[in-house]
T-cell receptor
Framework: GAVVSQHPSWVICKSGTSVKIECRSLDFQATTMFWYRQFPKQSLMLMATSNEGSKATYEQGVEKDKFLINHASLTLSTLTVTSAHPEDSSFYIC????????????FGPGTRLTVT | AQTVTQSQPEMSVQEAETVTLSCTYDTSESDYYLFWYKQPPSRQMILVIRQEAYKQQNATENRFSVNFQKAAKSFSLKISDSQLGDAAMYFCAYRPGGGAQKLVFGQGTRLTINP
């Protein structure tokens, strides 16, 4: 159990367009989901925390209007990169937590975004 | 703010030998969790081991064990009988207690297994 999926696994988009990445908890309800960004050969950096039905909490330095996060249901959170630019190219990883002890985070397989 | 430091960017070990990856952290909290995650080339994050700060006993999972030194804020991972499949990036991570909180990751250590 505790499987998290992400779609798409790889997306290429043109500069100036928007792209949506989905994160789904397949066999559990996730009250909290997290979005991380990972640059090549670097660590994971938290972008935002989203609780179902609430506005996302963004980390300092993350542009809220550029990275739109929606957590409309207990099994789905979406990250929309608006007006994407080449510097937004990165690996985006989501994780989901049941919201019960020990509050384990289950990670999705990640989405590679390339902006041309 | 909590920080996690992994001072070894790369480590290598001979197959079947033992290797220890280092991690230190800084926090003023008393309730927290520490983790080691493995990220193979597929980039899927895999939980290796978890340690609750209130537990004095070091966590173990088969060939993986930790040396948790709370006073020194040190949390090292020992991999025994290293296998080729252990080759990956290993991240140490910290999470405050008290609910679904964010993970703070170290910089990572790339582990190579030599056959």
């Amino acid at each position: 159990g505790a499987v998290v999926s992400q779609h798409p696994s790889w997306v290429i988009c043109k500069s100036g367009t928007s792209v949506k990445i989905e994160c789904r908890s397949l066999d559990f309800q996730a009250t909290t989901m997290f979005w991380y960004r990972q640059f090549p050969k670097q660590s994971l950096m938290l972008m935002a925390t989203s609780n179902e039905g609430s506005k996302a909490t963004y980390e300092q330095g993350v542009e809220k209007d550029k990275f739109l996060i929606n957590h409309a249901s207990l099994t789905l959170s979406t990250l929309t990169v608006t007006s994407a630019h080449p510097e937004d190219s990165s690996f985006y990883i989501c994780s989901a937590s049941r919201g019960t002890p020990p509050y384990e985070q289950y990670f999705g397989p990640g989405t590679r975004l390339t902006v041309t | 703010a909590q920080t996690v430091t992994q001072s070894q960017p790369e480590m290598s070990v001979q197959e079947a030998e033992t290797v220890t990856l280092s991690c230190t952290y800084d926090t003023s909290e008393s309730d927290y969790y520490l983790f080691w995650y493995k990220q193979p080339p597929s980039r899927q994050m895999i939980l290796v081991i978890r340690q609750e700060a209130y537990k004095q006993q070091n966590a173990t999972e088969n060939r993986f064990s930790v040396n948790f030194q709370k006073a020194a804020k040190s949390f090292s991972l020992k991999i025994s009988d290293s296998q080729l499949g252990d080759a990956a990036m290993y991240f140490c991570a910290y999470r405050p207690g008290g609910g679904a909180q964010k993970l703070v990751f170290g910089q990572g250590t790339r582990l190579t297994i030599n056959p």
